[in-house]
């Protein structure tokens, strides 16, 4: 019979505890790599973005690559100059890296929310009336 013909493999009996009425599989025991000294934080803590105009690429700002694991200042956009445009198309579009980037992705200035303005209930009237040809009022003289 196949229970008797497989169960007796250590592996499926592992992995088939059910059908082989297993009790409960072999476990290894966890294997724990040594540590001998404190792991470091993989990246900087994170900068605010600016909010208002464009003063220079942040000199404490950095970001990841998309496929690599590495963490990168704004100079790495344009240190080869033959891939300079296609970073700027990839990396510029993300907001962070906008802000943080400004000068090197030619942001002209951090996002704005756009001002508001209260609706008027009433129009206002005109500020001055239309001129006349003729003096209202005769001129008066100087003061002496």
Known sequence: DRKSKYCTKSDVKAGCCT??????????APVVAPVTTPVA???ATPVAAPTGPCT?????????????AKTVKCSWITQNSNKTAAR?????AKSDVKAGCCTTCAT?????????????AVPVAAPVATPV????????????
Do not use: H, R
């Not at 700027?88 to 510029?92: D, G, L, N, T, V």
């Not at 002209?108 to 008027?120: C, L």
């Not at 040809?133 to 002496?144: E, L």
């Open 41 to 43: 934080a993989p990246v």
């Open 56 to 68: 220079g690429d942040s000199s404490t700002f950095t970001f990841s690559l998309d496929n690599f």
């Open 108 to 120: 002209i200035s951090a996002p704005v929310a756009a001002p508001v303005t209260a609706p008027v």
């Open 88 to 92: 700027k198309s990839k990396y510029c």
């Open 19 to 28: 059908t082989c009425a297993t009790i409960s599989a072999p476990v290894a």
């Open 133 to 144: 040809a003729t003096p209202v009022a005769a001129p008066v003289a100087a003061p002496t």
